[in-house]
Structure formats: structure tokens, C-alpha cells
């Protein structure tokens, strides 16, 4: 559970998270960068599939991909990841 309303909601991200501005306003932000949230939209989808071998294998992409958001030492070092599907 999601309790720090300080540091990016992604459980292995230990950075803090900025205000963001929705309609002239500042509001505060669970992630602290769309890498974060959007990696957490992945997992999300990745763990609710039934279990098969192209599960398994997205599950190890997963991984691979959070070893590389943890190994960071700049939250926006990683740009949006579902850039290219909505941007």
C-alpha cells in the first residue's frame, strides 16, 4: 500500500515525487515521473493475464525494465515509456 505521499508510489523508486499542474492548478503527483507510471500501468496489465509462456516472457521484460528504472540517478533520466501509443 501506497502510503508516502513524498516518494513515487512505484515501490522500488525511492525518488520524491513534484507537483503537477492540472488546469492551472498544483496538485500532487503519486510518481515521480511518467516512467514510473507508466511502468506501473504495465505490471499492472502483465500480472492480470492468465498464465502462459508469453506471460512469463513479458514478466522477464518486467523485470528488466525495473532493474533499469531502479539503476537510475535522475527521475527523468527514462522519458515516458507509452510515449510513441498515446503522445
Not at 522500488?12 to 503537477?20: A, G, P
Not at 502462459?52 to 525495473?66: H, M, P, T, W, Y
Amino acid at each position: 500500500m501506497y502510503d508516502n505521499e513524498n516518494v513515487c508510489a512505484r515501490g522500488s523508486c525511492s525518488f520524491h515525487v513534484e507537483l503537477v499542474m492540472v488546469d492551472g492548478t498544483a496538485l500532487p503527483a503519486v510518481y515521480c515521473g511518467d516512467a514510473c507510471a507508466d511502468f506501473a500501468w504495465l505490471k499492472r496489465g502483465v500480472e492480470s493475464l492468465e498464465p502462459s509462456r508469453e506471460k512469463a516472457e513479458a514478466l522477464q521484460n518486467i523485470n528488466a525494465l525495473e532493474r533499469l528504472l531502479n539503476g537510475r540517478t535522475d527521475p527523468f533520466a527514462v522519458g515516458p515509456l507509452l510515449g510513441g501509443l498515446y503522445g
